[in-house]
T-cell receptor, first 117, second 113 residues
Framework: DAGVIQSPRHEVTEMGQEVTLRCKPISGHDYLFWYRQTMMRGLELLIYFNNNVPIDDSGMPEDRFSAKMPNASFSTLKIQPSEPRDSAVYFC???????????????FGPGTRLTVL | DAKTTQPPSMDCAEGRAANLPCNHSTISGNEYVYWYRQIHSQGPQYIIHGLKNNETNEMASLIITEDRKSSTLILPHATLRDTAVYYCIVRVLPGGGADGLTFGKGTHLIIQP
């Protein structure tokens, strides 16, 4: 398996523009996570899905952010309109659900480095 | 989730064992200790986890004290490729599901040649 795939790897845009980040999870995984990493705040969870359904979006910073998972092999994170403070590395991760007695690790993608000018 | 405390940075000579400490004095009885690491410009990577017994896998060993208030991640023969930020995370095993990880600031481990 190619692992979690994210695109684009780098994105530079101007303030006010719409930005769409894409993620393809590992085949068969039923959980998908979006994280954001900045120097100031570190790694923080934005939202996660189970079987394509959003379970917890409490980490989404504001209404400018939205995430969708139209099918098991694709998810998007959209920022509209983008602002300079959205500049960060955005990671997507996927995993199987964990049973009572075993832990299924999260596999992270390489990230998308977003710069909003 | 219980709070964890890790030193911000550590050095280790290549080929030696790297011992990374983590304090979690408020850990609950049903909380596990997990370790992830993040190599520069990559996404985090799972290393190991444990409840109260010592654990070992192909990457590392995890030693948890008897009172479970602290733990140590051991990389037995550190290489330059082990230079990374190491995160200690304490949380309940999400049996029957999964949930997001809460990362602290971690320990920046630098392996010296």
């Amino acid at each position: 398996d190619a692992g979690v795939i994210q695109s684009p790897r780098h994105e530079v845009t101007e303030m006010g523009q719409e930005v769409t980040l894409r993620c393809k999870p590992i085949s068969g995984h039923d959980y998908l996570f979006w994280y954001r990493q900045t120097m100031m705040r570190g790694l923080e969870l934005l939202i996660y899905f189970n079987n394509n359904v959003p379970i917890d979006d409490s980490g989404m910073p504001e209404d400018r952010f939205s995430a969708k998972m139209p099918n098991a092999s694709f998810s998007t994170l959209k920022i509209q309109p983008s602002e300079p403070r959205d500049s960060a590395v955005y990671f997507c991760a996927s995993s199987w659900g964990t049973s009572i007695s075993s832990y299924n690790e999260q596999f992270f993608g390489p990230g998308t480095r977003l710069t909003v000018l | 989730d219980a709070k964890t405390t890790q030193p911000p940075s550590m050095d280790c000579a290549e080929g030696r064992a790297a011992n990374l400490p983590c304090n979690h004095s408020t850990i609950s009885g049903n909380e596990y200790v997990y370790w992830y690491r993040q190599i520069h410009s990559q996404g985090p990577q799972y290393i190991i986890h444990g409840l109260k017994n010592n654990e070992t896998n192909e990457m590392a060993s995890l030693i948890i004290t008897e009172d479970r208030k602290s733990s140590t991640l051991i990389l037995p023969h550190a290489t330059l490729r082990d230079t990374a930020v190491y995160y200690c995370i304490v949380r309940v095993l999400p049996g029957g599901g999964a949930d997001g990880l809460t990362f602290g600031k971690g320990t920046h481990l630098i392996i010296q040649p």
